[in-house]
Structure formats: structure tokens, C-alpha cells
């Protein structure tokens, strides 16, 4: 900023918005003042230090070279929580929200206290909210990476809810335990070959392992459901999110299961499956 002009809240805003978008400055600008968004709004003329106005144009820049909001701010909302994220997690996504919704639908009518198995659990958004959501519940969350279960077990802490989920490492499944009534997952499943097609947000930014799942992005599922298989109850049910164009070839892959059925997200694309154990 030119050195006579007052260092307000409008003047910033106005400086910063200049390399992105207004909205992600005043996001970035309420997190630099722990204050919520609509306070700006309501004070253009507040006085920021030198410090706050440098931090904004510190995250400005960072956010125009492509990094993600929410790993500038540190949160992200998800099902009502609000979730610690790291580079170290995938940023939750509204469409994920789809699955927990299918999972608690499925689970409130049942008569007893259900095992929840979550698989590849990331920042812990759907095990959260699934504990959140369904209090009797017993849940495990997994995931093979040990910094993405850090930061799950973070926001487990932070939220009261890490005496109701216990996390482990572990690729997939855990190697053993009593039968599970619900396994749910989001996992990798973006097409290798699809890479040069994603946004920069998330091709340079977000970690690889919970984006890429080989060639077609089937490789996981190819594990995933012959596993479950085995470690469901009978009846159980398999609550999966799924990729784009992806509907087909998990209709073969489910060969054998019951009752299934996809759910559409906001864009009407097919994003969940959920099949129940024979």
C-alpha cells in the first residue's frame, strides 16, 4: 500500500482483491483478525497494524499462486463441524456430505449399538460426524498415512468426540476384529490418467495418496469391496463414494451384493453406492 493511505479494513480489502477473489480476501483477512466476516462488513473504517496488513498480503500472495483456501485458513466446514485441515489431509467436500446422510439413515432404525468402520479417514470428517450424529455408536476410523491420523485426532480432541473414535493405521482394513455393521469410505479414486485435467488447487496441493487410485481410479475399489465383504455382518451395509462416469464399472465390482443403489449430489452425478453384504 502507498505509505499515506491509512491501513483500514476497506483499504486492504480493496488491495488484496486486486490479486484474488474479494470473498477469499475477506476470509483470509477475518481469520489474520479472529474475527467473523461479517464484522468487516460492518467496519471498513477499522485501523489494522502493520503486522495484520502484512500477514494478509503474505496469504494473498500464496492464495494467487494456487494454494487452497482452507489450508491458508486451517478449518474447513463439514457436516456442521468445523474441522481442522492440513496438507497432510484432502479438504472435505460438500458432496462427501452425501454419504454420511446415507449412512445415518441407514443406521437410526437399527435396534442396537452399531460397529462403524471408516476407511481412509483423513481430517476425520465422516467418522466425526458419524459420532456426532449417532451417539451409541462404536467407531473406527483408519487411514495409512500417520500425519493424516495426527490431524484426525486433533479435531477428534477438539470437538469432545476422541473417547468415541479410536483411529489406526492401517492400509484399508484392519487385520482383524468382530464383524462390522457399517464400512464407509471416500477413497482415492481419481484417475491417474485425469491428473493434467485438475485444477492447480488441487493437482499441486492436496497429497496424491487420497486423490489417485491407478490408470482408471478403480484400484482401491479392486481391494476395497472383496475385503469388506469379509469383514461386514451379514446384511451390513457398504457406503462408498464414488468418481465420475464411475457407476458401471462399481455396478460389476458390487457383483454379489444386495440392494444397490446409487445416490446423485448437487450436480445430479452419481456419488455415492451403497450395497448391503449377502
Given at each position: 500500500?502507498?505509505?499515506?493511505?491509512?491501513?483500514?479494513?476497506?483499504?486492504?480489502?480493496?488491495?488484496?482483491?486486486?490479486?484474488?477473489?474479494?470473498?477469499?480476501?475477506?476470509?483470509?483477512?477475518?481469520?489474520?483478525?479472529?474475527?467473523?466476516?461479517?464484522?468487516?462488513?460492518?467496519?471498513?473504517?477499522?485501523?489494522?497494524?502493520?503486522?495484520?496488513?502484512?500477514?494478509?498480503?503474505?496469504?494473498?500472495?500464496?492464495?494467487?499462486?494456487?494454494?487452497?483456501?482452507?489450508?491458508?485458513?486451517?478449518?474447513?466446514?463439514?457436516?456442521?463441524?468445523?474441522?481442522?485441515?492440513?496438507?497432510?489431509?484432502?479438504?472435505?467436500?460438500?458432496?462427501?456430505?452425501?454419504?454420511?446422510?446415507?449412512?445415518?439413515?441407514?443406521?437410526?432404525?437399527?435396534?442396537?449399538?452399531?460397529?462403524?468402520?471408516?476407511?481412509?479417514?483423513?481430517?476425520?470428517?465422516?467418522?466425526?460426524?458419524?459420532?456426532?450424529?449417532?451417539?451409541?455408536?462404536?467407531?473406527?476410523?483408519?487411514?495409512?498415512?500417520?500425519?493424516?491420523?495426527?490431524?484426525?485426532?486433533?479435531?477428534?480432541?477438539?470437538?469432545?468426540?476422541?473417547?468415541?473414535?479410536?483411529?489406526?493405521?492401517?492400509?484399508?482394513?484392519?487385520?482383524?476384529?468382530?464383524?462390522?455393521?457399517?464400512?464407509?469410505?471416500?477413497?482415492?479414486?481419481?484417475?491417474?490418467?485425469?491428473?493434467?485435467?485438475?485444477q492447480r488447487e488441487v493437482l499441486d496441493h492436496e497429497p496424491?495418496?487420497?486423490?489417485?487410485?491407478?490408470?482408471?481410479?478403480?484400484?482401491?475399489?479392486?481391494?476395497?469391496?472383496?475385503?469388506?465383504?469379509?469383514?461386514?455382518?451379514?446384511?451390513?451395509?457398504?457406503?462408498?463414494?464414488?468418481?465420475?462416469?464411475?457407476?458401471?464399472?462399481?455396478?460389476?465390482?458390487?457383483?454379489?451384493?444386495?440392494?444397490?443403489?446409487?445416490?446423485?449430489?448437487?450436480?445430479?452425478?452419481?456419488?455415492?453406492?451403497?450395497?448391503?453384504?449377502?
Open positions: 500500500m502507498l505509505e499515506h493511505e491509512r491501513m483500514t479494513v476497506h483499504n486492504i480489502l480493496l488491495e488484496a482483491s486486486t490479486q484474488i477473489a474479494r470473498r477469499d480476501a475477506e476470509l483470509l483477512l477475518a481469520h489474520i483478525l479472529r474475527e467473523p466476516r461479517t464484522w468487516l462488513l460492518a467496519h471498513p473504517e477499522a485501523e489494522l497494524t502493520a503486522q495484520q496488513a502484512a500477514a494478509l498480503l503474505a496469504l494473498t500472495q500464496r492464495r494467487a499462486a494456487g494454494e487452497p483456501l482452507q489450508y491458508l485458513t486451517g478449518i474447513q466446514e463439514f457436516y456442521g463441524l468445523t474441522l481442522r485441515v492440513t496438507p497432510a489431509v484432502l479438504i472435505p467436500r460438500p458432496e462427501t456430505e452425501h454419504l454420511v446422510e446415507a449412512v445415518l439413515a441407514w443406521a437410526q432404525p437399527q435396534l442396537k449399538p452399531l460397529r462403524l468402520l471408516d476407511i481412509g479417514t483423513g481430517s476425520g470428517a465422516i467418522a466425526l460426524a458419524l459420532a456426532a450424529n449417532e451417539p451409541s455408536a462404536e467407531i473406527l476410523a483408519t487411514d495409512i498415512s500417520l500425519d493424516a491420523l495426527e490431524v484426525a485426532r486433533d479435531n477428534a480432541l477438539r470437538l469432545g468426540l476422541a473417547d468415541r473414535i479410536r483411529f489406526l493405521q492401517s492400509d484399508l482394513l484392519p487385520p482383524s476384529g468382530d464383524p462390522f455393521d457399517v464400512i464407509a469410505s471416500n477413497p482415492p479414486y481419481i484417475p491417474s490418467l485425469d491428473a493434467p485435467t485438475l496424491h495418496t487420497a486423490l489417485f487410485a491407478g490408470p482408471d481410479g478403480l484400484d482401491i475399489y479392486r481391494r476395497l469391496i472383496p475385503a469388506a465383504r469379509i469383514a461386514l455382518r451379514e446384511s451390513g451395509l457398504l457406503a462408498l463414494e464414488i468418481g465420475f462416469g464411475q457407476r458401471v464399472a462399481l455396478t460389476h465390482l458390487l457383483t454379489g451384493w444386495n440392494n444397490i443403489r446409487f445416490l446423485n449430489d448437487y450436480a445430479d452425478i452419481p456419488r455415492v453406492v451403497l450395497a448391503e453384504r449377502p
